[in-house]
């Protein structure tokens, strides 16, 4: 059981813009920023979004990330096949003197 | 470029320890803090902890304390992630990650490839 939750499963056709979200507590996303984490199959994880909305250099506008209160949301505008990965939410939890949770991921399909 | 490149896979029997390389390039290794995160065969990520690289704090994981220990050596820009006393369920893919600045709480910004650690008797 993860401590952030997330859907296990969204779908998209392309073109279309689909969210993910990600609930957590007061000891992680209430009070500390989140990152969003993109795998696609077969390989490691990539950092998609952090500190809540921004993105790295080479992530594409169309990815996009908002934080209110203890859940925050991933959104993926303009849908593309290629989008098609797992995803995971990710934050700072402040109990147990302070670890790392993720959330349980959401596997993207695109129609 | 940053680049991590970890060692390679590992089969291991239970009650073994395994130990994991990750070698940083392309940037000033003592400047960033690396995590490790694992993931069981079609499950989640999970971490492990954390390492700084500029004076070696850690930071561990509560359920596996005890049973790991992160290292590093700056002569050779390499972090090491040790897990002791192996069971079956930890078999998992384990990446190395380096944090976006020297805090565990820094979101990780490169990833190495994996090593798969398969624990079999």
């Known amino acids: 059981q993860s401590v952030l939750t997330q859907p296990p499963s969204a779908s998209g056709t392309p073109g279309q813009r689909v969210t993910i979200s990600c609930s957590g507590s007061?000891?992680?996303?209430?009070?500390?920023?989140v990152n969003w984490y993109q795998q696609l199959p077969g390989t490691a994880p990539k950092l998609l979004i952090y500190s809540n909305n921004q993105r790295p250099s080479g992530v594409p506008d169309r990815f996009s990330g908002s934080k209110s209160g203890t859940s925050a949301s991933l959104a993926i505008s303009g849908l593309q096949s290629e989008d098609e990965a797992d995803y995971y939410c990710?934050?700072?939890?402040?109990?147990?003197?302070?670890?790392?949770?993720f959330g349980g991921g959401t596997k993207l399909t695109v129609l | 470029q940053v680049q991590l490149v970890q060692s390679g896979a590992e089969v291991k029997k239970p009650g073994a320890s395994v130990k994991v390389s990750c070698k940083a390039s392309?940037?000033?290794?003592?400047?960033?803090?690396i995590s490790w995160v694992r993931q069981a065969p079609g499950q989640g990520l999970e971490w492990m902890g954390w390492?700084?690289?500029?004076?070696?704090?850690?930071n561990y994981a509560q359920k596996l304390q005890g049973r790991v220990t992160m290292t590093t050596d700056t002569s050779t820009s390499t972090a090491y992630m040790e897990l002791r006393s192996l069971r079956s369920d930890d078999t998992a893919v384990y990446y190395c990650?380096?944090?976006?600045?020297?805090?565990?709480?820094?979101?990780?910004?490169?990833w190495g490839q994996g090593t798969l650690v398969t624990v079999s008797s």
């Open positions: 990650a380096r944090g976006k600045g020297d805090t565990a709480m820094a979101p990780f910004d490169y």
């Open positions: 390492i700084s690289a500029y004076n070696g704090n850690t």
């Open positions: 392309g940037y000033t290794f003592t400047s960033y803090g």
């Open positions: 007061s000891s992680n996303i209430g009070s500390n920023t």
């Open positions: 990710a934050a700072w939890d402040d109990s147990l003197n302070g670890h790392v949770v």
